[in-house]
């Protein structure tokens, strides 16, 4: 039993080396894994309306043409109103990501500026960033429609503009000065609360200095046609506001340039430029006019004119129409409130002495000042509100309507014709016309006797050219015209009746000659060929005393 064999017992390893390829793999994949998550960027989230022609894994997002990160996932937002996508960015764009980075799509686009993106129909759409230079970080964005303006650190001046709701002015519009494009409208948006338009402008550097605290905006609507009181204007813009509109800005004629404006003020959009220039003129004295003539044809916005320099503008028509009216006037006339503004006569930015101006139109007033209505366009019918100083103007007595001050009127031009004719038609008829009727028939019956005479002498001288020895009196006329001019061709000075003529005429002569002793002893003895000539003694001469 001792012989036999006993197995003998020997310690292991608790580790086979085996175990070390497996070890080792895990820790390549572990240090793969956390090398490539260290490489990864952050995630993103960009919100977008539409994602058209977005896709998973395919879809690049660039900076300067620099791929800086991919789209992962396309979905739907839980309320089924948007598209969200889910974005991986590089490492180096996680400091791109803040408050003031933008993303927009890059496609093709066919704008008022022309067609872009066209490098996009055969690589696709790719997401554009724009980084920002805030310090906020930022992980969800939301995609904008059109391409922004500019970079949000881009040199030159943002502000804001303020307008009425119609304007056509959006996102992307031209802004020129005297028809040349200095910046863009970056942004747009109604505030349905206050029911107004508020724009944001972007003014690219150096034309930001073009902007003062004087400078007035309006919308360009390329072409601008009125017919009113002040006649025919057309004004066309630029071929880019013609298609879509956009925004002018200037300085008022006559008006100071100003300091340069702050960046992010606020400015006030006008219409057209005539509405940018009356604006201008913040300090105003109102007055209410109670015309007894028609208004038709006077709009708000018709000049007001003192001997044909606007003065001021007119404001409502009619205004405050069912308020009781002073008992000195007329209970039927429209009242209509104008504007008068003395920084018209000067131009100045300071602020007025309303009072001196009240006083002093008071004076005028005392001297004779009245407003009336007058055409300003014949064709349109528009009308103005003239100024002037009438002679014979009745006293007035200063009052008020609705504690507003009323300016002395008197009936305007056409009110004046109208008195004119209405007031000759009434002459026509207190005019006694029996009289003048029974004057005209017995003109008639005298006129009508002379035209029968005149008739009868007709008739007598047609007989009379009718009868043929009146036809023979022209040929016997030229036969006795030829006669004598004959006989006048026969005292020609060649001719022998000529000669004859010549020497009788100095015969006679001769003759005359010899007779004259003869006639002067006749005159002085009338007897002398009946008796002797008396003979003369010869003078003596007187002795001296």
Do not use: C
Request: glycine share 6%.
């Amino acid at each position: 039993m001792s012989d036999t064999p006993r197995a003998e017992r020997k310690k292991q390893r608790s580790l086979s080396p085996i175990w070390i390829v497996p070890l080792v793999a895990v820790l390549i994949g572990a240090w793969m894994i956390y090398d490539n998550l260290s490489k990864l960027g952050p995630s993103i989230t960009l919100v977008m309306d539409n994602a058209e022609g977005i896709e998973a894994g395919k879809t690049l997002i660039k900076t300067r043409n620099v791929e800086v990160g991919r789209v992962e996932r396309v979905r739907l937002s839980d309320d089924l109103q948007h598209a969200l996508i889910t974005a991986r960015m590089s490492p180096q764009a996680e400091n791109m990501l803040n408050d003031e980075t933008r993303f927009w799509v890059v496609k093709p686009r066919i704008g008022r500026e022309g067609i872009s993106g066209l490098n996009t129909v055969l690589s696709g759409a790719y997401i554009q960033l724009l980084p920002g230079s805030s310090e906020q970080p930022k992980r969800r964005f939301q995609v904008l429609e059109q391409p922004p303006v500019a970079p949000p650190d881009a040199p030159g001046l943002r502000i804001n503009l303020i307008s009425q709701v119609g304007t056509a002015v959006s996102t992307g519009d031209p802004v020129s000065y005297q028809g040349y494009t200095v910046g863009r409208v970056e942004h747009s948006e109604f505030d349905p609360e206050k029911r107004e338009m508020q724009l944001r402008l972007y003014i690219q550097s150096p034309y930001d200095v073009l902007v003062t605290t004087t400078t007035r905006f309006w919308a360009s609507s390329g072409i601008d046609m009125r017919l009113d009181s002040q006649g025919f204007r057309v004004n066309v813009g630029s071929l880019e506001s013609l298609v879509g509109g956009g925004v002018t800005f200037g300085v008022p004629e006559n008006t100071a340039m100003g300091h340069k404006a702050k960046p992010n003020a606020t400015y006030v959009l006008f219409a057209d430029e005539e509405s940018a220039n009356e604006g201008s003129y913040e300090q105003y004295l109102e007055y209410v006019l109670l015309v007894d003539d028609t208004v038709r044809g006077l709009e708000p916005g018709a000049p007001v004119e003192y001997r044909g320099v606007r003065i001021g503008s007119v404001v409502s028509v009619p205004w405050h129409f069912t308020a009781p009216q002073p008992d000195s006037l007329s209970r039927f006339a429209i009242p209509v409130l104008i504007r008068i503004e003395p920084q018209r006569f000067d131009n100045t930015t300071e602020i007025i002495d309303t009072k001196a101006w009240y006083a002093r139109l008071n004076r005028m007033f005392g001297h004779g000042l009245r407003a009336s209505l007058k055409a300003g366009n014949l064709l349109t019918g528009a009308l103005f509100v003239d100024l002037n100083f009438q002679k014979d103007a009745e006293p007035f007595k200063a009052m008020t309507f609705v504690e507003r001050r009323v300016f002395p009127t008197t009936t305007g031009g056409f009110a004046q014709i109208e008195q004119k004719v209405s007031n000759l038609l009434d002459k026509f008829n207190n005019l006694d016309i029996e009289p003048v009727v029974n004057n005209l028939n017995s003109t008639l019956v005298a006129t009508q006797q002379t035209m029968d005479k005149i008739n009868r002498i007709a008739a007598s001288v047609d007989a009379l050219l009718a009868d043929p020895a009146t036809g023979e009196l022209p040929a016997n006329v030229n036969q006795t015209l030829r006669q004598l001019s004959d006989t006048l061709a026969g005292f020609a000075p060649d001719s022998e009746g000529y000669n004859e003529l010549t020497q009788t005429l100095s015969r006679l002569e001769q003759l005359m000659a010899d007779i004259q002793p003869v006639i002067r002893t006749l005159n002085d003895q009338p007897n002398a060929l009946i008796f002797d000539r008396t003979p003369t003694q010869d003078p003596q001469p007187r002795a001296a005393k």
